[in-house]
């Protein structure tokens, strides 16, 4: 397969002026995607989700239909990863008449697709095992499982693997003059190396994790952006930077976006600080996820007044690296255990939230201190439909509760003046 990767020094000019600009774009995929700080929290628990679907398969509890099932809940969380992912969970969807993917009906395509999650999990990130996978894959033919699976494997190789879809594949033909096609594994292949080129030379705009690479393909395959022309077209090159210039014209709706996101990111945090100081009230010490610590909530930053480190048990445990970002933990004082654990929802699929929980529960050494999920009203319906899934079977054994914003909000303030302990946060919490 050809690919027109050599520019001249006219189409690197070029290139990177659309670099630049799609960087600033605050519509763009770098800004809502790739900076977006949920992203790098979901790694871990879609890693976990993909370890769950290994094992039912290696169980064989994994079933003959895809909704309700453990990739179901994987592959919505990638789904719900913005509107690079949106519709990934399209290729896994179940299509009777055509009975594709065929993974749900075939145990042995089953195996086989198990066997190809566990290889690139295990393998540290090495290339040649990735690559040896997918094409021990591609030789079993499983009708309908092309490489969409990719998606999977971009979240647990970030700087490997390079994540899929129509957008994508639009996006690399019009910058290399390749024409890659849908559906075919050794055409994805072929375009990785490609995508890799392409990003060590401009790595300087981009980044080791092919996640920003591939939103630069997606806006332009989207039509956000349209490719620098390829040769010396003068007349082309001037409209192209005027098509460029059109998005900076798009201010106004962009600036609605960034103050819609400012305000999601706000109640996320505003929530956080009312956990924090409610805690500290009542007699607890008070750890902020890891990555929200320096966020500003009010006068001063999220974590001011809370732990430096986690207790020490906690750190030996072998999921800290997950527990360490749920979002807000009270540690008992006395004990040094964790006495409370809450998850803000406000937007996004409570899978992450979740899986962080069990993660704490499950460790070992950790005691099973209480759990919250913390969400507007409106989303207790959405939150409960979500824990009856079969992959949340063992969350019932938690006894995880559902707090909404406004029973916080009217409690908090009598909480913090006349309670002490965890009494007045069960108090206003819903079984679920």
């Known amino acids: 397969m050809s690919l027109t990767l050599a520019m001249d020094s006219t189409g690197t000019d070029n290139m990177r002026r659309l670099l630049a600009r799609w960087r600033e774009d605050p519509l763009g995929t770098y800004t809502t995607w790739f900076l977006w700080e949920e992203r790098i929290k979901n790694f871990r628990s879609i890693r976990t989700g993909i370890l769950t679907v290994i094992d039912a398969i290696e169980q064989n509890t994994f079933g003959n239909v895809y909704k309700g099932s453990s990739l179901e809940t994987v592959v919505k969380s990638i789904a719900e990863q913005r509107q690079i992912f949106r519709g990934a969970d399209h290729a896994f969807l179940w299509k009777p008449k055509l009975r594709i993917p065929d993974i749900y009906e075939s145990r042995e395509n089953q195996r086989a697709f198990a066997h190809f999650l566990e290889v690139c999990t295990c393998c540290g990130g090495e290339e040649e095992k990735i690559v040896a996978a997918i094409q021990a894959l591609d030789r079993v033919q499983i009708k309908g499982l092309g490489p969409a699976a990719a998606n999977l494997l971009y979240f647990l190789h970030p700087t490997t693997v390079t994540p899929f879809n ?227 079977s063992r969350v019932s054994d938690l006894d995880v509760r559902f707090i909404s914003y406004s029973d916080l909000s009217n409690e908090r303030d009598a909480m913090a003046r006349f309670g002490h302990g965890l009494k007045p946060i069960e108090a206003i919490a819903k079984r679920l």
């Open 166 to 392: 129509t957008a994508i594949v639009k996006g690399y033909n019009a910058l290399t003059g390749a024409k890659v096609k849908l559906g075919r594994w050794e055409e994805y292949l072929a375009m990785r190396r490609g995508i890799l080129a392409l990003n060590a030379t401009y790595r300087d705009l981009l980044s080791n994790d092919l996640g920003a690479i591939a939103g630069l393909l997606f806006d332009v395959g989207s039509g956000r952006y349209a490719a620098p022309p390829r040769g010396e077209d003068e007349d082309a090159v001037a409209r192209w930077r005027e098509d460029l210039a059109r998005v900076r014209d798009e201010a106004d709706r962009a600036d609605r976006a960034i103050r819609a996101a400012r305000d999601e990111d706000r109640t996320h945090v505003e929530i956080q600080g009312w956990l924090r100081d409610l805690g500290h009230a009542l007699g607890f010490d008070v750890w902020i996820a890891s990555n929200d610590q320096n966020r500003p909530c009010g006068p001063t930053r999220l974590g001011h007044g809370c732990l430096d480190y986690l207790p020490e048990a906690t750190r030996r445990s072998p999921a800290y690296d997950s527990i360490r970002l749920i979002d807000v933990l009270w540690i008992d004082r006395g004990s040094r255990e964790v006495a409370a654990a809450f998850e803000v929802e406000h937007t996004t699929s409570i899978y992450s939230g979740i899986v962080r929980m069990l993660d704490l529960a499950l460790g070992e050494g950790q005691a099973t201190g209480a759990m919250f999920l913390v969400a507007p009203g409106a989303r207790e319906a959405d939150v409960r439909d979500q824990l009856h899934r079969p992959a949340f």
